[in-house]
């Protein structure tokens, strides 16, 4: 019988690797696996809200009605406020920093997650997912401070993601490869299902909003070309999958090689950043596309190495297979002179209010 190996199991062996580590770390990858468990047990039963919520009292009613987001976001705060393993947070569904309650005590990381990403997919029954990563505090404050959180993706000492699809899947890095657990509902235990994830050297997908194209600058349309297998002398196409939950559309490109893409774009002028948010989604799968063989790019240089300035700092994104997403850059440097020189502040921090 092959090897079982638990989530826990893993968490733990991985700290043998460093012999300073005092076990917090450990404890709070499986504090957010806990959370994740969670989440998925509502996840999996969103559409049946409205028929238990009735049949039960109006307070559990009320609770039950929360919007699935929402719900997350508490769940992740809760599960991690007490534990004295992190001096704050910050939440995609939180303007600002969220400090440790004062009577709890505080540690040596800070957490930054969004608690359920593309969550508009619920009520169609499309996957959704969780992103987290963590950071070592850097800051004086013993109760950690805006420059905890502001920390590039090089810095980022473990990050991951929790995809609620036809399974419930976590993914995970501490800087040593890729791990993939798949949730057994019958035991409740995450199991390590897919080892030392490699993106395959021969992507098959890229995934993009291909319905926003008329908002694209020439070298994202170039490029998307260049994809499709239309551009000079061409090539076999890539197929095109786009869910519209990013984490549905990193992972399958993860296990199958592939690129996703959400460009800058010249829709508002002041804006030629997109949509996704550095802290809260590409930082994160920056980082495990890194440890995957892969690359994350806004573009122009790798994610990485971007020092954030704004919590809910908005960024372009093209992450997964190197040779595809290093495409980009190229076709963006001899295209988009004009949306480079646009976009260039906002990469520097040089923000103004828009
Ligand atoms: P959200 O954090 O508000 O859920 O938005 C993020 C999501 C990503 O998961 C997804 O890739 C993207 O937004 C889809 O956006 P669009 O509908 O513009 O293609
Ligand atoms: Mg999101």
Redesign the pocket.
């Given at each position: 019988m092959a090897k079982v190996v638990t989530i826990e199991r893993h968490i733990f062996e991985q700290q043998q690797l460093y012999p300073h580590a005092t076990g917090a770390f450990t404890g709070l990858l499986y504090d957010i696996a806990l959370a994740a468990k969670l989440i998925a047990r509502e996840t999996t039963r969103a559409g049946l809200v409205d028929i238990l919520g009735a049949a039960e009292n109006e307070n559990i009613y009320g609770e039950r009605q929360q919007k699935l987001d929402v719900f997350a976001h508490d769940i992740i705060f809760r599960m991690n406020d007490h534990t004295g393993r992190l001096c704050a947070m910050a939440s995609?569904e939180q303007d600002e920093l969220i400090p440790i309650p004062e009577h709890f005590p505080v540690g040596k990381y800070v957490l930054l997650y969004?608690p359920?990403?593309?969550?508009?997919n619920i009520d169609v029954n499309v996957s959704v997912g969780t992103i987290f990563s963590i950071h070592r505090k850097v800051s004086a404050a013993e109760r950690g401070a805006l420059e905890d959180l502001l920390q590039p993706a090089s810095k980022l000492v473990a990050a991951g993601y929790v995809i609620y699809g036809s399974s419930t899947m976590m993914v995970y890095s501490t800087g040593q490869g890729v791990h993939g657990f798949t949730l057994d509902p019958s035991v409740g235990e995450f199991l390590l299902s897919h080892e030392n994830i490699r993106i395959p050297p021969k992507p098959k997908y890229y995934s993009v909003?291909q319905g926003?194209e008329k908002y694209w600058t020439a070298g994202v349309r170039a490029y998307v070309k260049w994809l499709q297998g239309m551009y000079g002398a061409g090539h076999e196409p890539l197929a095109l999958r786009?869910t519209?939950?990013?984490?549905a559309?990193f992972h399958r490109n993860l296990l199958q090689g592939g690129v996703f893409i959400?460009p800058g774009d010249m829709k508002k002028a002041k804006e030629p950043f997109g949509?996704?948010?550095l802290m809260f989604?590409a930082q994160a799968m920056a980082f495990l596309a890194n440890q995957a063989g892969g690359y994350a790019s806004d573009g122009i240089g790798s994610i990485l190495d971007i020092q954030p300035v704004l919590l809910h700092q908005r960024i372009p994104l093209f992450v997964g297979n190197r040779d595809l997403v290093e495409k980009a850059e190229n076709f963006i440097r001899e295209h988009d002179q004009s949306w480079i020189k646009a976009y260039l502040p906002f990469r520097r921090g040089e923000f103004s209010p828009v």
């Amino acid at each position: 019988m092959a090897k079982v190996v638990t989530i826990e199991r893993h968490i733990f062996e991985q700290q043998q690797l460093y012999p300073h580590a005092t076990g917090a770390f450990t404890g709070l990858l499986y504090d957010i696996a806990l959370a994740a468990k969670l989440i998925a047990r509502e996840t999996t039963r969103a559409g049946l809200v409205d028929i238990l919520g009735a049949a039960e009292n109006e307070n559990i009613y009320g609770e039950r009605q929360q919007k699935l987001d929402v719900f997350a976001h508490d769940i992740i705060f809760r599960m991690n406020d007490h534990t004295g393993r992190l001096c704050a947070m910050a939440s995609e569904e939180q303007d600002e920093l969220i400090p440790i309650p004062e009577h709890f005590p505080v540690g040596k990381y800070v957490l930054l997650y969004d608690p359920l990403d593309g969550s508009s997919n619920i009520d169609v029954n499309v996957s959704v997912g969780t992103i987290f990563s963590i950071h070592r505090k850097v800051s004086a404050a013993e109760r950690g401070a805006l420059e905890d959180l502001l920390q590039p993706a090089s810095k980022l000492v473990a990050a991951g993601y929790v995809i609620y699809g036809s399974s419930t899947m976590m993914v995970y890095s501490t800087g040593q490869g890729v791990h993939g657990f798949t949730l057994d509902p019958s035991v409740g235990e995450f199991l390590l299902s897919h080892e030392n994830i490699r993106i395959p050297p021969k992507p098959k997908y890229y995934s993009v909003n291909q319905g926003y194209e008329k908002y694209w600058t020439a070298g994202v349309r170039a490029y998307v070309k260049w994809l499709q297998g239309m551009y000079g002398a061409g090539h076999e196409p890539l197929a095109l999958r786009y869910t519209g939950s990013m984490v549905a559309d990193f992972h399958r490109n993860l296990l199958q090689g592939g690129v996703f893409i959400y460009p800058g774009d010249m829709k508002k002028a002041k804006e030629p950043f997109g949509k996704m948010r550095l802290m809260f989604e590409a930082q994160a799968m920056a980082f495990l596309a890194n440890q995957a063989g892969g690359y994350a790019s806004d573009g122009i240089g790798s994610i990485l190495d971007i020092q954030p300035v704004l919590l809910h700092q908005r960024i372009p994104l093209f992450v997964g297979n190197r040779d595809l997403v290093e495409k980009a850059e190229n076709f963006i440097r001899e295209h988009d002179q004009s949306w480079i020189k646009a976009y260039l502040p906002f990469r520097r921090g040089e923000f103004s209010p828009v």
